[in-house]
T-cell receptor, first 111, second 113 residues
C-alpha cells in the first residue's frame, strides 16, 4: 500500500464548476501538507500549503486537512480552463526532508 | 531567470548506454533532490543532498549515481540503461528551514530504446 493515495482520474468538468480533489494517507507522522499543480511537460509548482489540521483559502482555492481521518482535500471554485493540469498532493514529516507525493489527478476544465 | 534548470530536456538512448543529467539552481537553497516520475505520473524521491552531503538514498539500483560538486549543482549519472529507466526525472531544491519551498525543474524526459 502506498503511503499516499490519490485518485488519478482523469476528471473532466465544465467551466465554472466546483472541483474537489482528495488524498488519503497512512503515515500519522505527516505534519505539513501541500498541493502542487503540474502543467503538461512542466515541473510541479506549489499551489497551496497547510500545517496540521485546518482550512486555508487563497482566492478560488481552498485546502483542507483532517488529520484524524488522514484525509486532505483541495477545492477549486469557479474553475477555469487554465486550471486544467495534474494536481498532486504532497506531505512531509516534521524534521524530514522527504516530500511524499500522491499519484496526481489529471483535471480538465471544459469551456 | 530559470530557478532550477536541468539539461538535457529530452534524452533518447539505447539500452546499455551510460548517460548523465545535470541540474543547477540559483536560489541559494541548501538541499537538492532527484525525483522520478513514471508514466502514471507517480513522483518518487530518489536522492537528496544537503550542502553536498548525501542524506536520502531511496531504494534505487546502484546503476544510478548522484554527484554534487557544490550546493548549487546536482548531477545524476545512469550506467547500463534499461528499458524500465524510461521516465521523467525532476531535479528540485529547497531550503531546509522552509519545508514548503520545493522548487522543481522542468524535467528530463528519458526514453530508453
Amino acid at each position: 500500500q502506498k503511503e499516499v493515495e490519490q485518485d488519478p482520474g482523469p476528471l473532466s468538468v465544465p467551466e465554472g464548476a466546483i472541483v474537489s480533489l482528495n488524498c488519503t494517507y497512512s503515515n500519522s507522522a505527516f505534519q505539513y501538507f501541500m498541493w502542487y499543480r503540474q502543467y503538461s511537460r512542466k515541473g510541479p509548482e506549489l499551489l497551496m500549503y497547510t500545517y496540521s489540521s485546518g482550512n486555508k483559502e487563497d482566492g478560488r482555492f481552498t485546502a483542507q486537512v483532517d488529520k484524524s481521518s488522514k484525509y486532505i482535500s483541495l477545492f477549486i471554485r469557479d474553475s477555469q480552463p487554465s486550471d486544467s493540469a495534474t494536481y498532486l498532493c504532497a506531505m512531509i514529516e516534521q524534521g524530514a526532508q522527504k516530500l511524499v507525493f500522491g499519484q496526481g489527478t489529471r483535471l480538465t476544465i471544459n469551456p | 531567470d530559470t530557478a532550477v534548470s536541468q539539461t538535457p530536456k529530452y534524452l533518447v538512448t539505447q539500452m546499455g548506454n551510460d548517460k548523465s543529467i545535470k541540474c543547477e539552481q540559483n536560489l541559494g537553497h541548501d538541499t537538492m533532490y532527484w525525483y522520478k516520475q513514471d508514466s502514471k505520473k507517480f513522483l518518487k524521491i530518489m536522492f537528496s543532498y544537503n550542502n553536498k552531503e548525501l542524506i536520502i538514498n531511496e531504494t534505487v539500483p546502484n546503476r544510478f549515481s548522484p554527484k554534487s560538486p557544490d550546493k548549487a549543482h546536482l548531477n545524476l549519472h545512469i550506467n547500463s540503461l534499461e528499458l524500465g529507466d524510461s521516465a521523467v526525472y525532476f531535479c528540485a531544491s529547497s531550503q531546509a528551514t522552509w519545508v514548503y519551498g520545493y522548487t522543481f525543474g522542468s524535467g528530463t524526459r528519458l526514453t530508453v530504446v
